[in-house]
């Protein structure tokens, strides 16, 4: 199936990119898929609950080393949609990213994706070798999951999720800190239900042409999903409880539980009313409840993380 593009007299260079559209690199960073950096911004979990956040030389680590993982994240999806041209040309939306839609080349994305991603790496282990060795085995987790791991059930959703967990670790392993397990597992749970319920938007979307799309999907019936973000929901709010009461930080810390709530529930209904499971990244900068309540939670685990 062709993607449609809505003008049968459009032009393409040989390097994929249409007469009249924007250069090949803004193609090539709209690839990288800038607005879903907003995941490596768990990077900074460990410098903001390791209370460091106002030592220069750790927020300037950290904030290095979430540019890097932006690099190294954004190189991921230039692969994923080498890889999954084909299919992204059958998805109702995907049909128009660049790759898909054939205004960026696969060649001049190779390219690019290889300076990036060894560039990346390479910075990764000048920082120190710890952190050059969370980001390797990110890199490594996320390609076999491009390649292989998204086609097993149960193992797609889980492989996303311990990418959230090699982020967090990122940014404890950058300025050398410890940091508490409960959070590595609350990083864990709240990941999980994304997955899960992009899983089950995807289902919902493409109805019987799902499969066509990503092969998993056929594994999967939205009654199972219901019932496994049912078990990850609870899941997640009890590990976040049990980190304010366990973390050695200030008791005070529990005030932070409603945010999470809300905002656990507040994306579930996005996600059934607004149909905006596919993407976590919109539910963040575009939904103002949950802007503000993320907001909220910062503010006011800060203020305690500092002032008790």
Sequence with gaps: MQPQLGDSQKTYSPTGMAAGKPNTLYLLITTMRPKQWTKNLIIFAGVIFAQKIFQDAY??????????????????????????????????????????????????????????????????????????????????????????????????????????????????????????PWLLVCTFLLALFLALTKRRHELVLLDENARAHRKILEEYEPEMLDQMISVVTSSTVMAYSLYTFTAGHSIYLMAT???????????????????????????????????????????????????T
Aim: positive net charge.
């Design 257 to 307: 539980i409603p945010f999470v709530v809300y905002g656990i529930f507040r994306y579930q209904y996005l996600v059934h009313r607004k149909d905006v499971g596919g993407s976590p990244e919109t539910a963040l900068l575009k939904d103002t409840p949950m802007l503000v309540n993320v907001l909220l939670w910062v503010i006011t685990s800060a203020l305690i993380l500092y002032l």
């Design 59 to 180: 927020l300037l680590k950290t904030f290095y080393g979430f540019i890097l993982f932006c690099l190294l994240s954004g190189s991921v999806y230039i692969i994923n949609d080498i890889i999954d041209i084909d299919k992204d040309r059958a998805h109702p939306v995907k049909r128009n990213r660049p790759l898909a839609s054939g205004q960026l080349g696969v060649l001049p994305a190779a390219v690019f994706v290889t300076f990036t991603g060894l560039g990346s790496l390479a910075g990764a282990f000048l920082v120190n070798r710890y952190f050059g060795a969370v980001a390797l085995a990110y890199f490594l987790l996320t390609f076999l999951y491009s390649l292989k791991l998204k086609n097993i059930v149960i193992i797609d959703v889980l492989t996303i999720a311990f990418g959230f967990i090699f982020r967090a670790m990122a940014g404890v392993v950058i300025i050398s800190v410890d940091i508490s």
